[in-house]
């Protein structure tokens, strides 16, 4: 309501040239978008906690989901002239929970894109081991100091680096993620070096 609201103001406001005012209402439009997102994370975190939509299976292609989340934030991934790097095997077929994987495929890319500095390289591989599927998603962002990084997959985290586009950030993300790896019987380990970037593996067994 409060975004529809500036949106009719802001476009009644544009031909008067008042410059100030469209300022202001910007200001509380991104605002409006952030509260939104907190609100929005934070309801998934909850229904993630009462064990809500989470254990239903089925088989479904890894390997054309993964390329449909990628497709889904070309923008944001062309907006900071992001080079995308992906090394993807092709039709991996799994047993398991579409909805969760999305929700772990959308945090992680969408993390790197946030902490990436315009004009860094962001690689996704994707590939069959002995034992179990790997993802891979690496960054060339700032990096999470060492001293920080035990607080990576708590909630409302509120870590020294911020996004580099002024993008929004709740600090539930990455708690997400863990808790989404963790219901699908699935590892998640990450490394990370300040100034050079951070990587994250998810490992999924199978038979």
Do not use: C
């Not at 998934?44 to 809500?52: G, V």
């Not at 989470?54 to 070309?74: C, G, P, R, V, W």
């Not at 799994?94 to 992680?108: A, M």
């Amino acid at each position: 309501m409060i975004m529809l609201s500036v949106g009719i103001i802001k476009k009644k406001t544009e031909p008067t040239g008042n410059e100030k005012l469209i300022e202001k209402l910007d200001i509380i439009d991104s605002q409006a978008k952030r509260m939104l997102t907190i609100i929005s994370e934070y309801l998934n975190y909850i229904a993630i906690e009462e064990n809500a939509q989470i254990d239903s299976k089925s088989e479904f292609n890894l390997t054309d989901y993964l390329n449909y989340i990628i497709n889904q934030n070309e923008l944001a991934i062309s907006s900071k002239s992001i080079q995308l790097v992906k090394k993807i095997d092709n039709n991996i077929i799994i047993n398991s929970n579409k909805n969760i994987w999305g929700i772990i495929l959308e945090n992680l890319l969408s993390n790197a894109i946030k902490y990436s500095d315009f004009g860094k390289e962001i690689s996704v591989e994707l590939y069959r081991g002995q034992s179990s599927i790997l993802l891979r998603i690496s960054d060339e962002g700032m990096g999470i100091p060492k001293e920080e990084q035990h607080l990576i997959f708590q909630k409302f985290n509120r870590l020294s680096n911020k996004p580099t586009g002024g993008e929004t950030s709740t600090g539930l993300g990455l708690a997400i993620v863990k808790q989404m790896v963790d219901k699908i019987g699935a590892k998640i380990s990450f490394e990370s070096s300040p100034l050079i970037g951070t990587k994250f593996l998810i490992e999924f067994p199978i038979a």
